[in-house]
C-alpha cells in the first residue's frame, strides 16, 4: 500500500521568502512522486515529477523538489516566493508512471503575504 | 495544453436525486480517466477508474450502483451520483490519460463542488 503525508496543511510565507512544503511518502516498491498545483476554480496542474532519474527534479514557475530515499521524503521549494504562488498544493505517489492512479497527500494552502 | 471540461462546476440537488457529472477531454483522446472525490479538509481520494468502451473499476468500498461511471467515447466520461443524500456532498475531480503520451502526463478537470441538502 501508498500513503503520502504533508506536513501542515496551511503555509504562510512573505513574498519573497523561501517556499518549503513537505511531503514524506511510504511505498513497498520504487515509488513515481508528483507536486501538482491547484489554483482557485481551477484543475490540478502538474509542477514536476520523480520517475527514478535525478533526485532533484526541477519543475515549473521555479519549484523544485528533491527525492531523498532515506528519508522517504519529497519536498518541495522555491527560493523567493511570488504573490502568484498562492494556490493548494498536493504531493501524490503512483506505483507506475504519471498515468497510473496517484495517492495524494492531504493538500497544502499556500498563502503568500505581500 | 491539454484540457479537461469539467461540468457543472457546483450543483445542489435534493436528497434522494441523481446528479450527473460530465468531464471532457477537449482537444485529446483519454482513452482512461479517473475520478476522485475529496472531502473537507481531506486529500482526493480515488473512486474509480474508467477505460473507454469497457466496465469502471471501482476501488475497495466505493458503490458501483450508487456511483455510475460511463465512458462510451474517447472524449467523454460521466459520474451520476443516483439517490443522492448528504454524505455524498464532496468535491469530485476527475483526470484524463492523454491515448497517445499514455503514462507521461495526466490532465485534471476543475472539479465539482456537489451539496446535497
Known sequence: AQSVTQLGSHVSVSEGALVLLRCNYSSSVPPYLFWYVQYPNQGLQLLLKYTSAATLVKGINGFEAEFKKSETSFHLTKPSAHMSDAAEYFCAVSKGAAGNKLTFGGGTRVLVKP | ?117
Not at chain 2, 8 to 31: H, M, N, Y
Open chain 2, 1 to 117: 495544453g491539454a484540457v479537461v471540461s469539467q461540468h457543472p462546476s457546483w450543483v445542489i440537488c435534493k436528497s434522494g436525486t441523481s446528479v450527473k457529472i460530465e468531464c471532457r477531454s477537449l482537444d485529446f483522446q483519454a482513452t482512461t480517466m479517473f475520478w476522485y472525490r475529496q472531502f473537507p479538509k481531506q486529500s482526493l481520494m480515488l473512486m474509480a477508474t474508467s477505460n473507454e468502451g469497457s466496465k469502471a473499476t471501482y476501488e475497495q468500498g466505493v458503490e458501483k450502483d450508487k456511483f455510475l461511471i460511463n465512458h462510451a467515447s474517447l472524449t467523454l466520461s460521466t459520474l451520476t451520483v443516483t439517490s443522492a443524500h448528504p454524505e455524498d456532498s464532496s468535491f469530485y475531480i476527475c483526470s484524463a490519460r492523454d491515448r497517445w503520451t499514455g503514462d507521461e502526463k495526466l490532465f485534471f478537470g476543475s472539479g465539482t463542488q456537489l451539496s446535497v441538502l
